[in-house]
């Protein structure tokens, strides 16, 4: 396989607000055509690493390169990337079509070509024959696609997204990562998305940066993330988890035999994805991996207390809390399972996995 072309290298881009470090250390590749995300909580660096790209704040140290060319001279209007913001900025004076094509006028078009950008970008976006509505007559997914078309007419190399989901409701919200997705496809550009939003970043990437205080945790694909977060931070932040203490016992040929504090079972799990470690170590399982029982299904089960149920739908989330009580675990099960008889709370159940569910954690 031939190697894929870097679109975006960041080398070791630290910045320095006063004594305050925004950045640290930030060093990868995004890649040509890849929808890459950067995903953390507020103040983790995300949107500051965006505006780097952008140009609107100069690295303390470090290189920008954009398709092979250095950056860090090139102004702003000048990179070949465009920005989508949140507020999406759409100029009220003007029409859905002069919106969209205002960047046009800069590059000395005549007018029938720049009619003709237009129309194909109003198709792109699905609102054709909207040209002529005013900004105030769109609905806030219609704006936010005006101004994804006004950034994309002028055929920028990178398209740079920063929270530009974050005003609109739930179900708008929805349906528009899905057209964004299925855009960024039709289009074939570089996308990168700054969001806190972890649901979005792990529907729309191809790979996702974990962020948390200026750091780059981890980049991976969202399976990647979700199945082996690399930390007890990125599991923390990647959907729901539970986190267990345990203690490798010894190993039988490819599994190790683990003992789970507070429980006192002791289970079995591949020993390669110990890493070399011994000794009490961190683990975490997703609460969907975990099965609840009535009775015990083997010797190695998890024994504990069933203390609350909480009904949300098509899942069903669980509450039990282990042997000696000092920790808790959430089983996420279907509502379907509730046909079999659930015990009532404050009864004694048994928690069962996959040997593959365990995931040991660095402290990190």
């Given at each position: 396989?031939?190697?894929?072309?870097?679109?975006?290298?960041?080398?070791?881009?630290?910045?320095?607000?006063?004594?305050?470090?925004?950045?640290?250390?930030?060093?990868?590749?995004?890649?040509?055509?890849?929808?890459?995300?950067?995903?953390?909580?507020?103040?983790?660096?995300?949107?500051?690493?965006?505006?780097?790209?952008?140009?609107?704040?100069?690295?303390?140290?470090?290189?920008?390169?954009?398709?092979?060319?250095?950056?860090?001279?090139?102004?702003?209007?000048?990179?070949?990337?465009?920005?989508?913001?949140?507020?999406?900025?759409?100029?009220?004076?003007?029409?859905?079509?002069?919106?969209?094509?205002?960047g046009l006028r800069k590059l000395g078009l005549g007018r029938a070509e720049r009619q003709r950008r237009i129309d194909e970008m109003l198709e792109l976006i699905a609102l054709p024959g909207y040209g002529a509505r005013r900004s105030d007559q769109l609905s806030g997914g219609q704006r936010q696609r005006v101004a994804l078309a006004r950034a994309l007419i002028l055929r920028?190399?990178?398209?740079?997204?920063?929270?530009?989901?974050?005003?609109?409701?739930?179900?708008?919200?929805?349906?528009?990562?899905?057209?964004?997705?299925?855009?960024?496809?039709?289009?074939?550009?570089?996308?990168?998305?700054?969001?806190?939003?972890?649901?979005?970043?792990?529907?729309?990437?191809?790979?996702?940066?974990?962020?948390?205080?200026?750091?780059?945790?981890?980049?991976?694909?969202?399976?990647?993330?979700?199945?082996?977060?690399?930390?007890?931070?990125?599991?923390?932040?990647?959907?729901?988890?539970?986190?267990?203490?345990?203690?490798?016992?010894?190993?039988?040929?490819?599994?190790?035999?683990?003992?789970?504090?507070?429980?006192?079972?002791?289970?079995?799990?591949?020993?390669?994805?110990?890493?070399?470690?011994?000794?009490?170590?961190?683990?975490?399982?997703?609460?969907?991996?975990?099965?609840?029982?009535?009775?015990?299904?083997?010797?190695?089960?998890?024994?504990?207390?069933?203390?609350?149920?909480?009904?949300?739908?098509?899942?069903?989330?669980?509450?039990?809390?282990?042997?000696?009580?000092?920790?808790?675990?959430?089983?996420?099960?279907?509502?379907?399972?509730?046909?079999?008889?659930?015990?009532?709370?404050?009864?004694?159940?048994?928690?069962?996995?996959?040997?593959?569910?365990?995931?040991?954690?660095?402290?990190?």
């Open positions: 396989m031939s190697e894929r072309h870097v679109m975006i290298r960041l080398s070791n881009i630290s910045k320095r607000f006063g004594l305050f470090r925004a950045i640290e250390h930030a060093d990868f590749d995004i890649f040509r055509g890849e929808f890459f995300s950067i995903l953390g909580a507020s103040g983790s660096g995300k949107t500051t690493l965006l505006r780097i790209m952008a140009g609107f704040e100069a690295a303390s140290e470090g290189t920008v390169h954009i398709d092979g060319a250095p950056m860090d001279a090139v102004p702003p209007h000048q990179r070949p990337v465009n920005m989508v913001f949140q507020n999406y900025a759409i100029f009220p004076h003007l029409n859905v079509a002069d919106n969209i094509g205002f920028p190399k990178v398209l740079l997204l920063d929270e530009p989901l974050g005003a609109l409701d739930k179900q708008l919200r929805a349906q528009m990562q899905t057209e964004l997705r299925a855009l960024q496809r039709t289009v074939g550009i570089t996308f990168v998305l700054v969001t806190h939003d972890q649901e979005e970043a792990m529907a729309l990437s191809d790979r996702v940066a974990v962020m948390d205080e200026g750091r780059v945790m981890q980049i991976d694909t969202p399976a990647g993330l979700y199945e082996r977060p690399g930390s007890r931070k990125v599991a923390g932040f990647i959907g729901s988890m539970n986190f267990l203490r345990g203690v490798v016992l010894g190993r039988d040929g490819a599994m190790a035999r683990v003992q789970i504090a507070g429980g006192g079972a002791v289970c079995r799990m591949p020993a390669d994805r110990l890493n070399g470690a011994h000794g009490d170590l961190d683990l975490a399982i997703r609460p969907e991996k975990i099965a609840l029982h009535a009775r015990a299904p083997g010797p190695d089960a998890l024994a504990g207390v069933l203390r609350d149920r909480v009904f949300l739908g098509e899942r069903v989330h669980y509450t039990v809390a282990l042997g000696d009580g000092g920790e808790t675990v959430i089983v996420s099960a279907p509502n379907t399972a509730e046909a079999d008889g659930v015990p009532q709370t404050g009864s004694t159940v048994w928690l069962s996995w996959p040997e593959t569910a365990l995931m040991p954690l660095s402290d990190t």
